[in-house]
């Protein structure tokens, strides 16, 4: 497949001025201001773009340009704003900043794709809303009281608040929560090309495309997905009914996990390294979750089994054997854990987002998109790896970017007892 | 004398044995398993017979009343009209239901590619494809009945929040398919043909304990606020000798106009649940009472514990049936059982639907007597029937062949010949003595 015509640009180098990124709210006043501006003319030229597009099947190179600058000056901005890079970004969107985007010149588009943009954006600003949302607070009062809801914002807001924590104490950015960020960018400037008519080319979901270059990592908790794609519509509309079963009896395995969890924690903070029962119990409920979890949120196809049998399911939780682990680390587990907890409520909403555009996806074309299930299967397998470090199955912090699947050492498959059920 | 006979002949004396002993054997299995059928239907019977048992005198004789005595033909006109559209959409509902179960039957095995499971996940699948089929096809139905009650203010749930309702209703459906054929799978794998001999008793316990914990699964339950009905319904409880039963108000208000009542559980959970359409003002306190009475009437006579005992009596021969009717697929321990077994089970289900609603009006009709006898107010029956009907365009009296099908109470008129036939026994009947 050709490379889509919006791409991200990222040059930058993960270090961080303490000083920039504690007033970075601030500093980026004169930026909201002139964003601001910028955006209510390229909404006005967005109108003439349309009718200009749907007359001629093409963009007007100037009105493409203007536009286009726009993308990319709110990319770079944002990028400075979301701690995605460092340096303060300038006000015209020119090229090289550490977090860019380049954008094709214009090319012929298809006019009922021009007609129906609005629409056929959808789908696209539901994924995007999720992982770039504002933040909300809301207020609602009912029979004389007054309740309080905080809204916790996408990806993009608590990679940046998590983000705003870590450079402040480090000096620079995990490469991780760069990734995350630079992700939800590029997936958010390639929807704004669609919107505003720069390109007829569907913003992709793909985190493994999104950025230019994906590090590899062996990181001891993966996830290995060998699903072709292929759905069945009836299982994808009944999706949810269908998974009643299996949601019933992970709630009840779950009492027992978290029973087992806490015996966990109190044998690994003594002995340096889980029970291996214990661990064998709780890798095997592990597993059970992720099959569930890939089937409700349509990541994969089949009716998963009840047991968790490893290799039984096409996406699956790859969980290294157990090791020594830190005793200072596992104290203080569940506080450690909390700026991951923060992230993977924000990638279930992305899951959930993924999921409700490929039901409609999946009941079309009897297929998933790819960009949406590798979306899905990222949320999956950082939801996995977050549960896994609060389970003590392993001491690794969950990875919160995308990498390349290179799949860690598994527990030997000979050590799982053979099925009772499924 | 020879000593020693040939070879053949050896050969052929031991074959001869051998099936004179096959003919005795088998002479002897089926005599065995005919006793064994015998035994069976004997207990079966006697068991029928005990559970068919009713307080009410058999020599009622309630008389032949015409409808158009107590009903304007406006109303007859039109609730006949109501009634008639409800039945064929039923009826259309049913046969799509076999319709697509029977095809579902023959082809629904080359779903077994959507699973991973293994054999009983894999059962569980094609047990709840079925019903989500099921569901498929039967939704125009649904989509129709309700725009019916909606056209005539029974209803007034939105088409939106049905659809929604039904179909994540789907889900209990299919936790209940899931864990019955979990059992009979189950079972089915360690004792091959004869896993109905277990699972139907374990099927019957089961409904037992829904039956006693039912009130926890009903929503929109709330205590009853209103102190005189809640008096009157205690001293009821008295009279029907269920001292302490409490009553309950279910919610309903939202989605229906329709007036109702019932009674669930046994032992300590036992209630009488009265829909909030009942108190809403258009019936009177007496009225009122008359539900309730009828209900404790359903507890005094222990109908939950006999509906279970009934459903023991259809369960047992459905299993064996259903055990032997999937034999050509490889009996029920194999997944593509599963499509199979649910025609079968649904096909009963619809062949014994006439028998069981003879068995539920039968019961209906009791607690109906009871609630006389409890209250002494035939009058407040016959006005109370009348209002139902008016209340729930309720077909006072229906065509034969939607009665048969579907009717699971008696027919209004038929109810009210009960409140007339009591009101004639002065035995049963004094107004001075309440």
Do not use: C
Not at chain 1, 303 to 329: D, M, N, T
Not at chain 1, 355 to 373: D, H
């Amino acid at each position: 497949m050709d490379a889509h015509p919006v791409r991200l640009i990222l040059s930058d180098d993960l270090k961080r001025n303490r000083l920039t990124v504690f007033f970075r709210l601030l500093l980026a006043i004169p930026h909201f201001i002139w964003l601001a501006v910028w955006g209510v003319g390229a909404l006005l030229v967005a109108v003439a773009n349309w009718i200009a597009t749907l007359i001629g099947g093409r963009s007007p190179r100037l009105l493409h340009i203007f536009l286009a600058s726009y993308i990319k000056y709110a990319t770079q901005f944002y990028g400075y704003f979301y701690l995605a890079a460092n340096p303060y970004p300038p006000f015209d969107g020119r090229a090289g900043y550490p977090v860019d985007v380049t954008i094709e010149p214009p090319q012929s588009q298809r006019r009922w794709t021009v007609a129906l943009r609005g629409i056929l954006a959808l789908p696209a600003l539901l994924l995007f809303w999720t992982l770039a949302g504002s933040p909300g607070f809301g207020t609602r009062r009912r029979a004389g009281a007054t309740s309080y809801t905080l809204y916790g914002g996408g990806l993009l807001h608590t990679v940046a608040l998590v983000g705003w924590f870590a450079s402040l104490a480090r000096g620079m950015l995990s490469r991780g929560l760069r990734d995350a960020a630079a992700y939800a960018l590029s997936y958010g400037a390639q929807v704004w090309a669609y919107v505003f008519l720069l390109t007829d080319r569907y913003p992709n979901s793909d985190p493994l495309l999104a950025l230019p270059e994906l590090p590899a990592r062996d990181h001891p908790i993966g996830l290995a997905v060998r699903d072709d794609l292929r759905r069945s519509r009836l299982t994808v509309f009944f999706r949810l009914p269908l998974a009643f079963p299996h949601l019933v009896w992970l709630t009840l395995w779950a009492v027992l996990a978290l029973i087992a969890a806490v015996a966990n924690w109190l044998s690994t903070l003594l002995a340096g390294r889980s029970p291996a029962a214990l661990q064998r119990f709780l890798t095997r409920f592990l597993r059970y979750s992720v099959h569930v979890y890939a089937f409700l949120y349509l990541t994969a196809n089949p009716f998963p089994g009840f047991v968790g049998v490893p290799g039984s399911y096409p996406v699956e939780a790859v969980i290294a054997q157990r090791r020594e682990q830190s005793r200072l680390k596992v104290a203080f587990r569940i506080v450690l854990a909390l700026p991951a907890l923060l992230i993977g409520s924000a990638y279930s909403t992305l899951m959930t987002s993924a999921a409700i555009v490929g039901w409609f996806a999946a009941l079309a074309t009897g297929r998933m998109p790819r960009g949406l299930r590798n979306a899905s299967a990222l949320a999956l397998r950082y939801t996995a790896q977050t549960s896994a470090y609060l389970l003590l199955l392993g001491d690794a912090y969950p990875y919160s970017g995308p990498y390349s699947l290179a799949a860690p050492s598994t527990d030997p498959p000979a050590a799982e007892a053979a099925p009772a059920l499924g | 004398m020879p000593t020693a006979r040939p070879a053949s002949a050896r050969a052929g004396g031991r074959a001869a044995q051998a099936a004179f002993g096959g003919a005795v054997g088998r002479g002897g299995r089926r005599i065995a398993v005919a006793l064994a059928v015998g035994a069976f239907a004997a207990a079966w019977a006697w068991a029928a017979h005990a559970l068919w048992r009713s307080s009410v005198p058999a020599g009622l004789n309630p008389p032949h009343l015409h409808a158009s005595r107590y009903f304007s033909a406006s109303f007859l006109s039109r609730s006949s009209s109501f009634e008639r559209f409800q039945d064929i959409d039923g009826l259309l509902a049913t046969l799509t239901l076999l319709g697509v179960l029977s095809l579902y039957a023959r082809r629904g095995h080359r779903l077994m590619g959507e699973s991973a499971a293994g054999r009983i996940g894999t059962g569980m699948l094609l047990g709840m494809l079925g019903f989500a089929l099921v569901w498929l096809a039967e939704f125009p139905f649904g989509l129709a009945a309700v725009w019916w009650q909606r056209r005539h203010h029974i209803s007034h749930q939105g088409y939106v929040t049905w659809a929604l309702d039904s179909f994540l209703s789907l889900g209990a459906s299919f936790l209940f398919v899931s864990l019955a054929l979990l059992v009979a799978m189950g079972l089915a794998g360690v004792l091959r043909r004869w896993w109905w001999a277990v699972a139907a008793p374990a099927f019957v316990g089961l409904a037992l304990l829904s039956t006693f914990l039912s009130i926890y699964l009903i929503p929109n339950v709330g205590p009853l606020r209103n102190r005189a009905i809640a008096a009157d319904v205690a001293a009821l409880a008295r009279a029907e000798d269920v001292p302490g039963t409490k009553v309950v108000v279910q919610k309903v208000a939202r989605y229906t106009t329709a007036p109702n009542a019932e009674s669930v559980g046994f032992g300590p959970t036992r209630r009488v649940i009265l829909w909030d359409t009942l108190l809403n003002g258009r019936f009177s306190r007496k009225q009122v009472d008359f539900v309730a009475a009828h209900e404790l009437g359903h507890i005094a006579h222990h109908h939950q514990l006999k509906r279970v005992g009934w459903l023991a009596l259809f369960l047992i021969p459905a299993s064996a049936l259903i055990a032997l009717l999937t034999r050509r697929r490889g009996g029920l321990a194999r997944p593509e059982a599963v499509p199979v077994a649910l025609l079968v089970y649904v096909a009963l289900q619809l062949a014994a639907l006439p028998l069981w609603n003879v068995v539920s009006r039968r019961e209906e009709t009791e607690a109906d007597w009871s609630a006389l006898k409890a209250t002494r107010e035939p009058a407040t029956g016959r006005a109370l029937f009348e209002r139902l009907a008016t209340t729930s365009l309720d077909d006072p009296a229906p065509p034969a062949w939607s009665y048969v099908l579907y009717a699971d109470h008696p027919t209004l008129m038929q109810r009210i010949a009960i409140v007339e036939a009591f009101a004639r026994r002065p035995a049963d009947y004094n107004p001075r003595s309440r």
